[in-house]
């Protein structure tokens, strides 16, 4: 199965300063297709997680542009411009190149 | 707006059965693959099944596989998926949500129902 391993697994954050969630899978997530099935999602709770980025960097529709996406093969990031309150909840990076599709164990962005 | 409901859930006995369903509007559901995931109370997510369009490939996770089964019913818009030979780790919200068909995928996912797996 391919490991996605998430840094760090807390993240306390000032409002209005950056955070950053670093996705490490066991193996590249380059598709023989040739794209990169790598999605973030966050979470609040009691509710469904809500997909910010797919294709590792693209936004979904209606996701606020402090929201950016990077990486490739095997390293990704997720990074927050300027944290808002609404940003607090936990975060998931996802892989869906192999199966099974797998999830790395979140990080929980909490305010300082 | 595409839109996922599921039902189904509820408590159940180690060793007993559950279907489960989730009912996707908005969507011309044919043209949807379909992916079943859970988490556990306090845990993060788990990726459990999926299904591609026309319901011929399916896969699962290896803690479900031999256990539970996954199929869809075009003609009602209606993804389902079969629990059986409970086990008390099964307990969890499962979720369906969309693989692909949309344009993107894991686009769109329902609130989930809860399974409880207790004596």
């Known amino acids: 199965d391919t490991v996605m391993t998430q840094s760090p697994l807390s993240s306390p954050v000032t409002l209005g300063q950056p955070a950053s969630i670093s996705c490490r899978s066991s193996?590249?997530?380059?598709?023989?297709?040739?794209?990169?099935?790598l999605t973030w999602l966050h979470q609040m709770p009691g509710q469904p997680p809500r997909p910010l980025i797919h294709?590792?960097?693209s936004r979904f529709s209606g996701v606020p542009d402090r929201f950016s996406g990077s990486g490739a093969g095997t390293d990704f990031t997720l990074k927050i411009s300027r944290v808002e309150t609404e940003d607090v909840g936990v975060y998931y990076c996802?892989?869906?190149?192999?199966?099974?599709?797998?999830f790395g164990q979140g990080t929980r962005l909490e305010i300082k | 707006e595409v839109q996922l409901v599921e039902s189904g859930g509820g408590l159940v006995q180690p060793g007993g059965s559950l279907r489960l369903s989730c009912v996707v509007s908005?969507?011309?559901?044919?043209?949807?693959?379909m992916s079943w995931v859970r988490q556990a109370p306090g845990k993060g997510l788990e990726w459990v099944s999926g299904?591609?369009?026309?319901?011929?490939?399916?896969y699962y996770a290896d803690s479900v596989k031999g256990r539970f089964t996954v199929s869809r019913d075009d003609s009602t818009n209606t993804l389902y998926l079969q629990l059986n030979s409970l086990r008390v780790e099964d307990t969890a919200l499962y979720s369906c949500?969309?693989?692909?068909?949309?344009?993107?995928?894991?686009?769109?996912w329902g609130p989930g129902t809860l399974v409880t797996v207790s004596s």
């Open positions: 193996q590249s997530l380059v598709h023989s297709d040739g794209n990169t099935y």
């Open positions: 299904i591609r369009i026309g319901g011929g490939d399916t």
């Open positions: 908005g969507f011309t559901f044919s043209r949807l693959a």
């Open positions: 949500s969309t693989w692909y068909g949309t344009g993107i995928y894991y686009d769109y």
């Open positions: 294709h590792t960097s």
């Open positions: 996802m892989q869906a190149t192999h199966f099974p599709h797998t």
